[in-house]
């Protein structure tokens, strides 16, 4: 059986939505992606996968 699982970011402009799959099963990371506010993303997980979503502060590049 396949689920399909859509994520959409609804977020401060200082953060970002990170969504990883990875297998249950081995710990093995499969995917990972980053949305900004706005944006969505949907994709299909089946047997040992599973998705997992956060948001964090996005970072800030260093001044030179």
Request: proline share 2%; glycine share 4%.
């Amino acid at each position: 059986m396949t689920s399909q699982v859509k994520t959409s970011a609804h977020c401060a402009s200082n953060k970002e939505v990170v969504v990883r799959v990875t297998n249950i099963v081995t710990g093995e990371q499969i995917e990972e992606y980053v949305l900004q506010n706005g944006e969505s993303r949907e994709l299909a997980v089946w047997d040992d996968r599973a998705v997992t979503s956060f948001e964090r502060l996005k970072e800030v590049p260093a001044a030179e």
